[in-house]
């Protein structure tokens, strides 16, 4: 498979096209805006104007769209992936979006003998660059066979989870754990600054004790403690508090679906909006920190 349909050329996508080129493929992009197809079409990719053109004339299509809504526009709507996907076609949808979706949207494409994927990726901007993300796919064993070169091209890790929609839980299921530690390391190091304690040396504690979390080993809140953290450069993202709280959000309403609880994860959800409410959504998620400020002497406890 050496042609490639690739629609929605964004922050994540123009990377990706970038390394799918670098690997020898050739692409088809496609975005709604054209300013993001002109800058595919600097890199090298061919400009399409249609999703459903994308996928007629390429041998496999990527998808890397903002939400579940997007997705099924982009696949079921007028001009749409499966009005010009001849049966057969894989696509390979690689956006974060709830996993009911990715269901929805494999059902339409099986009725039309299309195969679907789900692949949604780790590492944000930094590795997709690198082409080394971690790309999580549900669906049929075989499809990710075919896949497989292309996703390699993308990312350096590649996990099969098990049938449509599970890529998307694998996701969900991470970032919740990724938003709700970030919460927890960020109200031990507010309370611990309240006390006197040097987060150097509470680092050194909890690198060596159960409190150690990724999150505090790469993406420290507290400035200056890890060089390459995004709080050692003003919150830059990294991965931005807005899209923390959108997989928050899509992991919240999933346990709503399924009746399960999720106490933790709701909590960290409702912090994450207010950070974005407060101007930092474009901000890495780490910046929860700076709103997590004790309050002032004079209040009563
Ligand atoms: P983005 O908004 O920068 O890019 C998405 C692109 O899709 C845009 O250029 C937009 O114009 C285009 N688009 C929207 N609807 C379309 C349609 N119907 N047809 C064609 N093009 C359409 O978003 P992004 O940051 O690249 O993220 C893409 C996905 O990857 C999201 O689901 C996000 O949650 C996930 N993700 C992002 C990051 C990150 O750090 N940015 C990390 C991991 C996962």
Redesign the pocket.
């Known amino acids: 498979m050496k042609r490639v349909g690739f629609?929605?050329?964004?922050?994540?996508?123009t990377p990706m096209v970038t390394n799918l080129l670098k690997a020898g493929f050739s692409v088809l992009a496609?975005?709604?805006?054209p300013e993001?197809l002109d800058e595919a079409g600097r890199r090298g990719a061919a400009v399409v104007g249609s999703?459903a053109e994308a996928a007629q004339d390429s041998e496999i299509v990527v998808t890397?769209?903002?939400?579940s809504s997007?997705v099924e526009?982009?696949y079921c709507?007028p001009a749409g992936v499966l009005s010009g996907a001849p049966a057969g076609r894989l696509c390979v949808d690689?956006?974060?979006?709830d996993p009911g979706t990715s269901r929805l949207v494999a059902d339409r494409a099986k009725a039309q003998g299309v195969r679907f994927l789900d692949a949604?990726?780790?590492?944000?901007?930094p590795r997709a660059v690198e082409g080394t993300l971690t790309i999580m796919v549900g669906g049929n064993e075989r499809d990710l066979e075919e896949a497989r070169p292309v996703l390699s091209a993308l990312g350096s890790t590649i996990i099969h989870v098990g049938p449509v929609g599970s890529g998307e839980v694998a996701k969900l299921c991470n970032n919740l754990i990724a938003g709700v530690a970030m919460v927890a390391v960020s109200e031990a190091f507010r309370l611990a600054e309240r006390f006197g304690v040097d987060p150097k040396v509470l680092t050194q504690v909890i690198q060596k004790s159960s409190g150690q979390t990724w999150v505090m080993e790469h993406n420290h809140p507290v400035p200056g403690m890890v060089a390459t953290a995004a709080s050692s450069r003003d919150y830059a993202?990294g991965?931005?508090t807005d899209?923390m709280a959108?997989?928050l959000g899509l992991a919240v309403m999933a346990g709503r679906e399924e009746r399960v609880p999720l106490f933790a994860a709701s909590a960290a959800l409702q912090l994450y909006r207010l950070a974005s409410a407060q101007g930092l959504g474009r901000k890495d998620f780490s910046s929860v920190y700076t709103l997590l400020k004790a309050s002032a002497e004079s209040a009563p406890v």
Do not use: E
């Open positions: 629609i929605g050329v964004g922050t994540m996508g496609y975005d709604v805006r993001a999703a890397m769209l903002p939400s997007d526009a982009c709507g690689m956006s974060t979006i949604p990726v780790s590492g944000a901007v993202a991965f931005m899209l959108k997989d």
